[in-house]
């Protein structure tokens, strides 16, 4: 097709709009499902399968999304503003079609459309397979971000990795996490538009060859041992009442496909090894929400997909005729952690080897182009990479890192630094065997720090990035996490949103501060009843589904105590077990008085390696199947693990919680976004002074929050004065009686060795200090069953909580993130 200089805007006058083919109203949607059913999918009637509606549904509402998007593309690359391109190794965005209609407002006109056909929405949004190309909070605070980006109308492009295979799924077997392949692209992806012509390659291994060219210019080359090729897979990201974003993620290939004629038998099938070793890189997630270093793999999977994005900005920016020395006024990179880090030393490689130009302009444009956010303060979660096995994947960013490297250190002398800290803030570390410190490539090579809460901020001033903070004060600030209010309430809770719409209208889905205007209800009787009402319908709901998933009946009307997240020593899952322990002997006393009838719900991936996470999930299993039984304690509490957390099952699940467990080690959960949608929700949070729970207390008020548990500086002076948590099993009896039962007969049916591990890692370690937080944590736990007994008190605080949570919209995270380190105007583009 030649280039045309035509609007997409008489393009689509051309098409028609309203009756044309991609019209919103009810008999325009039956049409186009029924012409996708038929020419697209070539089914009749009698023949189709769910999935096949699904699939038809899902096309007809694509094509809507991407007349949008066309749009937005041609804003993006005509505008003069500056674009943002958002770098995640992860996404989790959860299931598109629900967020779809949201977005595009046609819930009721799509409902009605299928229940005309004798067909049922909420199976079709049931039949959608989420794709899992995250772990946890880190990928879908990515997607949280995309829906703000999209509905705030600023220009961006989502760049990731099309995983073939995405987190693994999780099943029970004899109490055991099991994991199993996530073949989430078996029936296809509606959603998605392959790009074959948007393709780059991206060079690995071999060496380097250094010259002098003709005109004395200083040349690398890089003579790569193997090529690969990415492909962009689009998906549209709509935003409400607006244009929406692109997700581009890569796919990896070989290069040329291989050429019959020149090769023989043999080498026939080596080429098609060679095919099939370079999809590798982008075959399968790792499961692991801290970094892995030493897995080639993984780099391999990082410079892939950031070189390849890298690329496609330099093309959209020069075949707009813009110079690359505006490049940075053109486009600002968030890197979402260190994984996309290596992007530091690729933009300078493209720079100055392959587009010609000086070193030090090509800094100055880096340094101004990248903006990094850190999301972990855990010391074996920082990420580092082998200097051997980093030179012999990428010999040219090894060296291109050494360069940044001595001419930052050579800065650091200029400026009177000692010998400790000159070795501190290296990008190299020498300790042990030598390697490049990710963090600091980022945070040399971006103009923006950033921390994802106001106490993870401050802890990474004073600790991991303490040296840069004292060098660069102005570099460092904060933006606290937030959550999509459309994504976690709209949509999973359309309950408590039409209530809530009911009395303050709909302009909450733009402005979540607008809830303010609830506290004058919190206490009026009427409203305090349907609140509850919806909250029960919630419970009923999940009742259903707990039913279904593990086969155990729980009592809607019992206060719902929740911990749903990744499974990890530091969240401290074992606490609130170890808790129930304790009430589970009670009740078996005969101290039933005080105990507010509790169902107590877990759901969480362990990452595969990760041994003690899986015994607590074991933990969790066996005293839910020893209390389940129980006739004489499950009147009382049950306890359930429901398999497979993911974002549709989250989606179920925080609208049905009473209670938030947000118990981690104070210092340890950098923000938390699991804290924020159970808040939204309407759930009362426990929680220690850790991450954004901080910020959530002092939203809600003190007195709508169970708080328990040392502060940040408790812990380290704990740490300090030499803990030694035997004491607190020898000296609290209640404590010893709960610990010594983890092998008892009873709980172990006959194994008392089962738990050791964990058992002789409390009481000799304890490196979360969940023994001296015990006591703090049951008596507040005590207050919450007292409160749940006063169901006006209960409800008064829900709403108090659901109306102050306006700051915790991820709209208001985006907006942070423009005016503090972007620099863009949100400015809505509306049609
Ligand atoms: C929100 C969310 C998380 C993060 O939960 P935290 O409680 O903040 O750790 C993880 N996984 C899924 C599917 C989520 O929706």
């Known amino acids: 097709m030649k280039k045309h200089n035509r609007s997409i805007e008489s393009y689509f006058e051309s098409l028609g709009t309203g009756a044309g083919e991609v019209g919103l109203s ?208 689009d998906t549209p990201i709509l935003g409400y009442q607006s244009n929406g974003i692109i997700m581009r993620l890569w796919k990896a290939e070989a290069v040329e496909s291989f050429d019959f004629s020149v090769y023989n038998m043999g080498d026939y099938y080596r080429a098609v090894e060679k095919k099939l070793r370079s999809e590798n890189i982008t075959k399968v997630l790792y499961p692991n929400d801290e970094n892995l270093s030493g897995k080639e793999l993984r780099l391999k999977q990082q410079y892939f997909f950031v070189s390849c994005s890298l690329q496609d900005m330099i093309n959209l ?196 501060t607008s809830f303010k205007e609830l506290e004058k209800l919190a206490e009026n009787e009427d409203f305090q009843k349907r609140w509850r009402e919806v909250k029960l319908q919630n419970k009923q709901a999940l009742t259903q589904f707990i039913k279904e998933q593990t086969g155990v009946t ?46 107590f719900i877990f759901a969480g991936k362990a990452a595969p390696g990760y041994f003690l996470a899986k015994l607590i999930i074991r933990l969790i299993t066996a005293v839910a199947e020893l209390v389940n039984e129980d006739e004489e304690v499950n009147r009382f509490i049950k306890v359930v693990f429901l398999p497979n957390f993911n974002v549709k099952q989250a989606q179920r699940i925080y609208p049905a919680a009473d209670l938030s467990e947000q118990i981690s080690m104070a210092g340890k959960e950098a923000s938390g976004t699991g804290n924020m949608k159970f808040a939204l929700n309407g759930a009362l949070t426990i929680g220690t002074l850790d991450g954004a729970n901080v910020e959530i207390r002092e939203e809600v008020g003190e007195e709508n929050f169970f708080l328990f548990g040392q502060t940040t500086e408790e812990i380290q002076q704990t740490r300090n004065e030499g803990y030694r948590p035997y004491q607190y099993y020898e000296e609290n009896p209640k404590l010893k009686k709960v610990l010594d039962f983890l092998s008892s007969e009873e709980l172990t049916k006959g194994d008392t060795e089962l738990f050791k591990p964990l058992y002789h890692n409390l009481l000799q370690q304890d490196p979360y200090q969940l023994l001296k937080d015990f006591d703090s944590y049951c008596s507040k736990k005590e207050e919450v069953f007292k409160l749940w007994n006063d169901k006006k008190e209960w409800t008064k605080k829900s709403i108090l909580n659901v109306a102050r949570m306006g700051k915790f919209s991820s709209d208001r995270s985006i907006r942070d993130y423009c005016e503090k380190i972007w620099n863009v105007k949100p400015v809505k583009l509306k049609e």
């Open 26 to 233: 009810k008999e325009d949607i039956t049409k186009d499902f029924l012409h996708k059913l038929f020419y697209h999918l070539g089914r009749v009637p009698a023949l189709t399968t769910s999935n096949d509606i699904y699939t038809a549904m899902a096309l007809t509402i694509r094509d809507r999304a991407l007349r949008k998007f066309v749009r937005s593309i041609e804003k993006f690359t005509q505008q003069d503003a500056r674009g943002i391109a958002y770098f995640s190794a992860e996404y989790l965005p959860g299931p598109h079609l629900g967020n779809n209609l949201l977005n595009l407002e046609i819930v009721d006109e799509t409902k009605a459309a299928l229940t005309e056909l004798g067909l049922d929405l909420d199976e079709l949004l049931d039949e959608e397979e989420e794709p899992g190309l995250g772990n946890g909070g880190l990928g879908r605070l990515a997607s949280c971000f995309m829906d703000s980006l999209a509905t705030l109308g600023i220009p961006s492009i989502a760049y990731g990795i099309r995983y073939e295979f995405g987190i693994f799924k999780q099943e029970i077997r004899e109490g055991w996490q099991m994991e199993t392949t996530d073949k989430w692209l078996h029936n296809g992806n509606p959603w998605e538009v392959m790009r074959p012509e948007i393709s780059y390659v991206v060079k690995f291994g071999g060496r380097t060859e250094h010259s002098t060219n003709g005109q004395n210019r200083y040349q690398v080359d890089w003579l790569p041992e193997s090529e690969i090729k990415g492909t962009a897979y």
């Open 554 to 599: 729980v009592d809607p009307e019992m206060l719902f105590d929740v911990q749903v997240k990744r499974i990890h020593e530091y969240k401290r899952q074992h606490l609130m077990v170890l808790h129930i322990i304790d009430l589970y002997l009670r009740i078996k006393d005969g101290k039933t008085e005080n105990i507010a009838a509790s169902t």
């Open 317 to 512: 920016h020069t075949t707009q005729g813009r110079e690359l020395k505006n490049f940075h006024e053109k486009f600002a990179i968030q890197l979402n952690d260190t994984h996309p880090s290596i992007a530091v030393a690729e933009l300078m490689r493209l720079f100055v080897d392959e587009h010609e130009m000086e070193w030090d302009e090509a800094w100055d444009i880096t340094r101004n182009t990248f903006a990094y956010t850190n999301h972990t303060l855990l010391p074996e979660a920082l990420e580092k990479w082998a200097v051997s096995l980093l030179g012999r994947i990428l010999p040219r960013h090894l060296e291109i890192i050494y360069e940044i490297n001595s001419r930052f250190l050579e800065e650091l002398r200029d400026k009177g630094f000692s010998g400790d800290q000159i070795a501190r803030m290296s990008l190299i570390d020498e300790n042990g065997e030598p390697s490049v410190r990710m963090a600091h490539l980022a945070t040399v090579g971006s103009f923006k720090v950033n921390g994802v809460s106001e106490l993870h901020s401050r802890l990474l001033k004073s600790q991991v990035l303490n040296d840069f903070a004292g060098l660069w004060p102005q570099k460092f600030t904060n933006v606290t996490n937030g959550v999509t209010h459309r994504r976690f309430l709209a949509m999973s809770n359309p309950g408590l949103a039409n209530l809530i719409s009911e009395k303050i209208g709909e302009g909450w889905l733009t402005d979540l």
